[in-house]
């Protein structure tokens, strides 16, 4: 029941375009979609897996695993046991002819292991508010940005939707530091320095210019404030970040990362 309620709360925030400050995986967005997974999309979910099913489809498996058949082992209430992927599966020669479609089932398998009827009952509650139709207007990729926004930051659409304060501007030796740290910086680490000023580590699919606040839209913003020993602070409701006018880059980076890492200040208005 509890699964089928998620899905209907993830249709309502597909609907009133509400992100979630969640990321999920590739397999878990073609889920709701209901399309087929490829063992493309387990490489980040299970390497190894993906690396051992990529293995056999590089290679010719003949005289090289003349044992396997169409079967799984796994572990169900701590018992183990043995599944057949296909009907007859138990008797059925994995070859080189065949092995595509056993590594299909496979990945099928990996993807449903444990959690198939709870995937059956999330996809239920979410069709339950949005049609399966209408989900076909969107790919897994696209369907991802409508939930939680884009992981991988474009850093020029960030700057061109910027706004200074207090006498900084896009030319001011400070700001230019600041992003400078920015292209420094992994995706991570910029990730974690958009939800310390922001709340959220989300963007929305419009990009940096459709940004949000606690009462509307509200862009990225960057404030000249206090001085160069204090640690940026940020006003999360306001998307600012209140930021020193520091004596060099090192000096900026350093304090922006410590703020980042350990938790800098937060400003009240």
């Known amino acids: 029941i509890a699964t089928r309620s998620n899905g209907r709360i993830l249709g309502l925030c597909i609907l009133h375009q509400c992100l979630l400050d969640a990321f999920f995986t590739r397999p878990f967005y073609k889920t709701l979609l209901q399309e087929h997974c490829t063992l493309s999309d387990l490489e980040s979910l299970d390497e190894q897996f993906h690396s051992s099913m990529t293995w056999m489809m ?17 572990e169900v209430f701590g018992q183990l046991t043995t599944r057949e992927l296909k009907p007859g599966g138990d008797a059925v020669q994995v070859t080189e002819k065949t092995k595509k479609e056993y590594v299909d089932l496979m990945t099928q398998w990996r993807i449903d292991r444990g959690v198939s009827e709870q995937r059956k009952a999330l996809v239920k509650g979410l069709h339950e508010v949005i049609h399966p139709s209408d989900l076909k207007l969107f790919d ?12 991988e ?4 659409d960030w700057r061109s939707n910027t706004e200074y304060r207090s006498g900084y501007h896009n030319g001011h030796r400070t700001v230019k530091w600041f992003w400078a740290a920015v ?10 320095l958009l939800q ?4 959220t580590s989300g963007i929305p699919y ?12 509200r862009k990225f913003c960057i404030d000249r404030w206090g001085s160069p020993n204090d ?16 004596r060099s880059f ?6 922006l990362t410590i703020a980042i890492e350990f938790g800098g200040g937060f400003g009240m208005e």
Not at 153 to 156: F, P, T, V, Y
Not at 196 to 199: D, I, P, Y
Not at 231 to 246: E, I, K, Q, V, W
């Open 58 to 74: 590089e290679n010719d498996i003949t005289g090289v695993m003349d044992d396997l058949t169409f079967t799984v082992d796994e």
């Open 140 to 151: 897994a990729q696209e369907l991802e940005l409508v939930i939680s926004g884009t992981a």
């Open 153 to 156: 930051i474009d850093i020029k």
């Open 183 to 192: 292209e420094k910086f992994d995706n991570e680490r910029r990730l974690r």
């Open 196 to 199: 310390f000023v922001t709340g």
């Open 206 to 217: 419009e990009g940096f210019a459709a940004l949000r606040g606690s009462s509307g839209p």
């Open 231 to 246: 640690l940026p602070r940020a006003h999360t409701c306001f998307n600012r970040l209140d930021l020193p006018s520091y």
């Open 250 to 255: 090192d000096q900026l980076v350093e304090k």
